[in-house]
């Protein structure tokens, strides 16, 4: 209603009927989707002299002398910036910092729907990463976690790492550590479906990017047989000598068996399919993987192996899409993560941490697994509440926990 004040609908002809070319996309965005909303009322002269001067007044020389106290009688404990520069945005790439605004502000919107998390998008004109650390930095005071978003790989590598360095307040690359999170916990239950263990799977990501390098570095972590990395040439293997620093690290802890070659050549045999690339992998190449195949092609909105091919050579198939079963949606973990991380007051957001998420993750459909279920609905309400405490545990026993 309020955005309908300042911003009216222009959606409708002077007649007052819909419009024919009434898109209800722009309908929904028409004044933005989300709007600042008090929490204590301002009725009279006796709330205003509370909620303003100069009952804020004693607020404000309490926390200047006991710092601290800024997470109890301010909202800082409970909010969080939702950060981009616009330079890599959902599918559509390099669109700027103002077009970002609509992804942003439905970022914001789903930390409050499914974590209780307030969240304030926030779309930066800069794109050096001292410029953006320096920005952020900056603003971290009235925040206690940043969430970052849709920034370009390999920055968002340095980006996050830099920040983490100078704050004490979790920083999380969400399309790095929630797309890693998810997948560890439908892989997880995809093995159980199937009879075998982390341990047991050969696993091939396409896609060396912000994603790939995060999904690799967590399921070396929670134990996978053996994952190799695949980017534009071929397998991220420590024999090439055009590799990033990045992906230079990656070859380091990835593909313990020495493969080179292309893509098609590290899945032949393969357990494990995880594309978070785009681009298409040929249905010969599917069918050289090993029998009892899991294939999670997340790619949006043409995954990497379509889902009719897939279900010919796979046991479970997932994808990024909401209209196939096992969808491999960010949202299943970054509310609870950051809920569970602010309600314990952690100072960053650990290995620990990410994999006590993706366990608790999984553990919600433990008694419902099934081929076409190793992960439960963003709208399941026991996902949050499961992620959230299993996160706060684990900050507590990691050490990073401030109350």
């Not at 009688?73 to 609509?102: F, N």
Request: with cysteine.
């Amino acid at each position: 209603m309020a955005a309908e004040i300042v911003n009216p609908r222009s959606d409708k002809s002077t007649d007052g009927t819909q419009d024919e070319f009434f898109d209800p996309a722009f309908a929904l965005h028409r004044g933005g989707k989300m709007a600042v909303q008090a929490t204590v009322p301002v009725r009279d002269k006796d709330d205003l002299s509370l909620a303003y001067t100069p009952g804020v007044a004693k607020v404000c020389s309490a926390i200047a002398e006991h710092p601290e106290l800024v997470h109890d009688y301010t909202w800082k404990s409970q909010v969080v910036a939702v950060v981009t520069d616009g330079s890599a945005v959902l599918g559509l790439g390099d669109i700027g910092p103002e077009a970002s605004l609509p992804v942003m502000e439905g970022k914001a919107i789903l930390f409050k729907q499914f974590g209780g998390v307030d969240a304030v998008p926030i779309a930066l004109d800069c794109r050096e990463v001292d410029d953006i650390v320096e920005t952020v930095v900056r603003l971290a005071p009235s925040f206690g976690g940043v969430n970052l978003e849709d920034i370009s790989a390999p920055r968002c590598f340095e980006v996050e790492r830099k920040l983490q360095e100078r704050l004490d307040i979790p920083i999380f690359h969400d399309d790095q550590h929630g797309t890693a999170v998810v997948t560890l916990a439908a892989l997880r239950n995809a093995a159980r479906v199937t009879d075998r263990t982390l341990g047991q799977l050969r696993a091939v990501i396409s896609g060396a990017g912000a994603a790939g390098v995060a999904i690799a570095k967590i399921l070396v972590e929670a134990g996978i047989g053996d994952v190799a990395v695949c980017d534009r040439k071929g397998i991220v293997s420590q024999d090439r000598d055009d590799l990033t620093d990045v992906k230079r690290e990656l070859a380091g802890f990835t593909n313990k068996a020495g493969r080179s070659g292309t893509l098609a050549s590290a899945l032949d045999g393969a357990d494990v399919f995880i594309g978070v690339s785009g681009g298409t992998v040929p249905e010969e190449a599917v069918a050289k993987m090993a029998e009892n195949a899991l294939i999670f092609a997340m790619a949006n909105p043409t995954p990497e192996i379509h889902p009719d091919v897939a279900h010919k050579y796979a046991a479970v198939v997932a994808t990024g899409r909401s209209d196939y079963p096992n969808q491999i949606n960010n949202v299943l973990a970054f509310p609870g993560i950051f809920a569970g991380a602010l309600q314990v007051r952690a100072s960053r957001i650990t290995e620990g941490m990410k994999l006590a998420a993706a366990e608790a993750l999984a553990a919600v459909v433990a008694d419902e697994l099934s081929a076409e279920c190793v992960i439960p609905s963003p709208f399941d309400e026991r996902v949050a509440p499961a992620v959230t405490a299993a996160v706060a545990a684990a900050a507590r026993a990691e050490g990073v926990a401030r109350r």
